[in-house]
């Protein structure tokens, strides 16, 4: 039996599963999602280069 849990909800249902496979997915997206974020300060530049000049 896994340790870890995921939260996930879609208004106004939650759900708190420990199924190992639907928590091993949930992780595996979360990780490419934060590999592909931008620093805070790599954020604020793009952001005020779409505010233009």
Same mark, same amino acid.
């Not at 999602?33 to 620093?39: I, T």
């Not at 954020?43 to 280069?49: E, L, M, Q």
């Given at each position: 039996?896994?340790? =870890? %849990?995921?939260? $996930?909800?879609?208004?106004?249902? $939650?759900?708190? +599963?420990?199924? =190992? ?5 949930? +992780? ?6 934060? +590999? ?6 790599? +954020?604020? %530049? $793009?952001? %005020?280069?779409? %505010?233009?000049?």
């Amino acid at each position: 039996m896994s340790r =870890e %849990a995921v939260y $996930f909800e879609n208004h106004p249902v $939650f759900t708190l +599963s420990e199924d =190992e496979e639907t928590v091993l997915r949930y +992780s595996l997206v979360l990780g490419g999602l934060l +590999s592909q974020a931008l620093s805070e300060e790599e +954020s604020r %530049a $793009f952001i %005020a280069s779409l %505010a233009g000049p």
